[in-house]
């Protein structure tokens, strides 16, 4: 059973728009949502999070919005260049407890176009 | 910072020896670790959870055994991957947990590419 949605499977953005990809989840338990950014061979990096308290956080480029209602959340690429072309995975956990393990998505590999 | 590093980055062992991957978090103690597996173009599968001192939760599916993980302090966890066999090539992934209960982020190593010929 999937516990976290990832949607498109694969993108293609064009230099300089915006990459968009979503997640949903069932577990009304989790509170923390993370978004990774993986390049082939390297270990996943903590790119952005949010907790369920702020329905939008924005660092940089990177923007990730929430909603609580819909168990939705999503991650927003401004401006996409081509050395954001990377697989990305969105997560989730109930963070209240520390061995609780996060729950990936399935990955969308992002591919911007010079 | 958070920096999480893993060694070797990639090894190829025979087929029935064992191989040691270390993880560590090099500038924050992390009571809880965590080891994936990722196939390629897949997700990351979590194999388990190590805890600092004490035995490590498996998920389903993981054999004990076969994959030995050992969580001796705050800042080294290793995983054993014992009598290996071509299946088990695959990139093995160690992430660290830092924080506390409520604001937890787990930040990852760079991986451990294993070929077992």
């Known amino acids: 059973q999937q516990q976290v949605k990832q949607s498109p499977q694969s993108l293609i953005v064009q230099k300089g728009g915006i990459s968009i990809i979503n997640c949903a989840y069932e577990?009304?338990?989790?509170?923390?949502f993370p978004w990774y950014q993986q390049f082939p061979g390297k270990g996943p990096a903590l790119l952005i999070a949010?907790?369920?308290?702020?329905s939008e956080k924005k660092e940089g480029r990177f923007t990730i919005s929430f909603n609580k209602s819909a168990k939705q959340f999503s991650l927003h690429i401004m401006d996409s260049q081509p050395g954001d072309s990377a697989t990305y995975f969105c997560?989730?956990?109930?963070?209240?407890?520390?061995?609780?393990?996060?729950?990936f998505g399935t990955g969308t590999r992002l591919t911007v176009i010079p | 910072g958070a920096v999480v590093s893993q060694h070797p980055s990639w090894v190829i062992c025979k087929s029935g020896t064992s191989v040691k991957i270390e993880c560590r978090s090099l500038?924050?103690?992390?009571?809880?670790m965590f080891w994936y597996r990722q196939f390629p173009k897949q997700s990351l599968m979590l194999m388990a959870t190590?805890?600092?001192?004490?035995?490590?939760?498996?998920e389903q599916g993981v054999e004990k055994d076969k994959f030995l993980i050992n969580h001796a302090s705050l800042t080294l966890s290793t995983l054993t991957v014992t009598s290996a066999h071509p299946e088990d090539s695959s990139f093995y992934i160690c992430?660290?947990?830092?924080?506390?209960?409520?604001?937890?982020?787990?930040?990852f190593g760079p991986g451990t590419r294993l070929t077992v010929t």
């Open positions: 992430s660290a947990q830092k924080g506390l209960a409520g604001a937890y982020e787990q930040y």
């Open positions: 577990n009304t338990a989790f509170d923390y």
């Open positions: 949010i907790r369920p308290d702020v």
């Open positions: 997560a989730a956990k109930s963070d209240q407890t520390g061995a609780n393990n996060l729950f």
């Open positions: 500038d924050f103690q992390a009571t809880t």
């Open positions: 190590s805890n600092e001192g004490s035995k490590a939760t498996y």
